[in-house]
C-alpha cells in the first residue's frame, strides 16, 4: 500500500535530507554558472548595441538564477550551512550571496568555524549587522569573537537595555563554561499562584521557547525554588498552587561550572533543559538538549583534530598556505622523531647487516607497539574528558593497562615469534622477537597513560599530538629494545 506521508516527510528517506539537497543545489548552481559564463563570452565577442539587452538579463540566465534561488529559499538554514561547507570558496561565495537575509544569522551560526571566517569577510558592516541583529542573545555571544568590533558596537546600541545586559553577561563566559551554553528565554513563574493563572500567562506566548519541558518557580528574588515539568502542570487539578505540585530539579548548573559537567547530567539524566543559577541561586538562564548535543559535537571534532595534530578546525577548501600554517607544527615534531628513530637504526647497523631478517621483522615490533599505544591513550583521553579518572584510581589505572599490554605482548608476541621460527628457522630469533614486542607494548601501555597526563598536570588538551607522540616513542622504544635484544642474544 502506498505512503500516505507527504514524500518530503517519509521517515526512510530522513537522512539523506541533507545529501538531495546538496545534490540539488549543486547540480542548479553550477548549470547557472555555466549559462551565465556562456553570456559572458558571447558579449565579450559581440559588443552589444544600445538598444540590445543584456544577455545577462536574458531570459534563460534569469530563469536559472531564479531557479537556483527558489531551491535555497526553502531549505533549512541547518541545509545550508552544510551545502555552503562542502563547495569551493568560488561557488560557496556566490551562492552566499543568493542567500535570503534574514537567513543570513542563522546559517552563520550553524557552519563551521573555519567556514564562518570565510562568509563573514565577504560581508560589509550594514550586512553583518543586520544579519546578527536577528539572533537572541545566546546566539550572539557565541558568534562575537568572530565579528570585527564595529559590529558588536553597532549591535549592542541596537539591542533593548534587558537583551544588552544578557549580550554582556553571556560574553564574559568562556567557550567550555555552562554560561557559553546558556539561553535566557526561561519561563518562571511563582509558587503562590495556581495553575490556571500558569495556563493563562503561558497562553500569551506567541510560542513558547524551543525545548521547553518545564517552568522554572522562582521567589520574588528570583531565587530558584524548583521546576514545574509540563506533564505536571497538564494533569493536576488548574485549582492547585504551584508550591503544592512543583517539584525539585533534577539537576541545577552553575553559571561558571564546566560545560563537560552539564553534558554529563544531561546524559545521565536525560534531561531536555536544565537551569542556571549565579554562586546565590538566582536564576540566570538555563541550558537545553540541543546546545548540549551542539557542544558534544564541537568537543568530538576538536578532539579529533587534536589526536592528528592538528591546531583548529580546517576549512577543507582553505588555501594551501592556511593549510600549511595548520599542519605544519606537529609534522615538524614527526620529522625529528622520525630522524630520532632512525639514528636508533643507524647505531645497530652491523647487527641488521649481519643478520638481515631483523630488517623485516622490526617494523612488526614498532608497528603493534603503536597500535597498542594508540588504543591505550584513546582510553585515557576519553577517561580524562568523562571525568573518570581521579587520584585515588590513578595507581590503579596504571597497573590494569600495564597488565593488558603485558598478556597482549606475551600472545602475540608468542604468534610472532612462532612465525619468525617457520620463516627463518631460528628460535633464538623467535625468543627475541617474543621478549622484543612484550616490552614494547608495556612502553606503549606506559607512554600511552603518562603523555595525557603529563599534558592534564601542565594544563594542555591531553589528545593534543597524542597520535604523534605515542609512535615517537613506540618506534624508537621498538626499534632500541628490539635490535638492541638482537645485539646481545643474536650476534
Not at 131 to 140: F, R, S, Y
Not at 232 to 252: A, S
Amino acid at each position: 500500500m502506498p505512503s500516505s506521508l507527504p514524500e518530503n516527510l517519509r521517515p526512510h528517506e530522513a537522512p539523506d535530507r541533507g545529501q538531495r539537497a546538496l545534490a540539488d543545489i549543486t547540480t542548479l548552481l553550477r548549470r547557472h554558472l555555466l549559462i551565465e559564463g556562456l553570456a559572458r563570452e558571447q558579449i565579450e565577442e559581440t559588443p552589444l548595441d544600445e538598444n540590445q539587452t543584456s544577455l545577462l538579463e536574458s531570459s534563460t540566465v534569469q530563469h536559472s538564477l531564479a531557479e537556483l534561488r527558489e531551491h535555497l529559499d526553502v531549505l533549512h538554514p541547518a541545509d545550508i550551512a552544510f551545502i555552503l561547507e562542502t563547495l569551493p570558496l568560488n561557488e560557496r561565495l556566490y551562492l552566499w550571496n543568493l542567500v535570503r537575509a534574514d537567513h543570513e544569522g542563522e546559517i552563520l551560526i550553524e557552519v563551521s568555524d573555519a567556514v564562518r571566517g570565510s562568509l563573514i569577510s565577504s560581508m560589509d558592516t550594514e550586512e553583518l549587522v543586520a544579519a546578527t541583529e536577528t539572533l537572541p542573545t545566546d546566539e550572539i555571544a557565541a558568534l562575537a569573537p568572530d565579528l570585527p568590533q564595529e559590529v558588536i558596537d553597532d549591535v549592542f546600541e541596537g539591542l533593548p537595555t534587558e537583551e544588552r545586559e544578557h549580550l554582556r553577561a553571556a560574553m564574559t563566559f568562556e567557550d567550555d563554561m555552562v554560561g557559553a551554553l546558556m539561553d535566557f528565554e526561561e519561563v518562571q513563574v511563582r509558587p503562590d499562584v495556581s495553575l490556571e493563572v500558569v495556563f493563562r500567562y503561558l497562553r500569551r506566548f506567541d510560542e513558547l521557547p524551543s525545548q521547553t519541558d518545564q517552568v522554572f518557580v522562582v521567589d520574588r528574588n528570583e531565587k530558584l525554588l524548583g521546576v514545574l515539568p509540563i506533564q505536571v502542570l497538564l494533569v493536576n487539578d488548574e485549582e492547585k498552587l504551584v508550591g503544592e505540585v512543583m517539584q525539585p530539579p533534577p539537576v541545577v548548573l552553575l553559571q561558571h561550572e564546566n560545560a563537560d559537567e552539564a553534558a554529563d547530567a544531561f546524559e545521565r539524566y536525560d534531561l531536555v533543559s536544565a537551569p542556571v543559577v549565579d554562586t546565590n541561586g538566582k536564576l540566570v538562564g538555563r541550558v537545553t538538549v540541543d546546545e548540549i548535543l551542539d557542544f558534544i559535537k564541537e568537543r568530538a571534532g576538536e578532539e579529533m583534530l587534536a589526536h592528528a595534530g592538528l591546531n583548529e578546525e580546517e576549512d577543507v577548501f582553505a588555501s594551501v598556505w592556511k593549510s600549511f600554517q595548520n599542519r605544519w607544527q606537529w609534522l615538524a615534531i614527526n620529522l625529528v622523531t622520525a630522524f630520532i628513530a632512525s639514528r636508533v637504526i643507524g647505531i645497530f647497523e652491523n647487527t641488521i647487516a649481519g643478520l638481515v631478517a631483523l630488517a623485516a621483522l622490526m617494523p612488526i615490533v614498532a608497528g603493534v607497539g603503536g597500535n597498542s599505544g594508540n588504543q591505550t591513550i584513546t582510553m585515557i583521553v576519553r577517561s580524562l574528558a568523562l571525568g573518570q579518572i581521579t587520584t585515588d584510581n590513578a595507581r590503579q589505572l596504571f597497573r590494569k593497562e600495564l597488565l593488558v599490554s603485558l598478556l597482549n605482548g606475551l600472545i602475540w608476541g608468542s604468534v610472532m615469534g612462532f612465525v619468525a621460527y617457520l620463516l627463518y628457522h631460528d628460535w633464538a630469533l623467535g625468543g627475541v622477537m617474543l621478549l622484543a614486542m612484550t616490552l614494547n607494548m608495556l612502553l606503549a601501555a606506559f607512554m600511552g597513560v603518562l603523555i595525557p597526563m603529563i599534558r592534564v598536570k601542565l594544563g594542555g588538551d591531553p589528545a593534543l599530538g597524542s597520535s604523534v607522540l605515542i609512535t615517537a616513542c613506540t618506534d624508537s622504544g621498538g626499534f632500541f629494545i628490539f635490535l638492541g635484544l638482537a645485539t646481545l642474544f643474536l650476534t
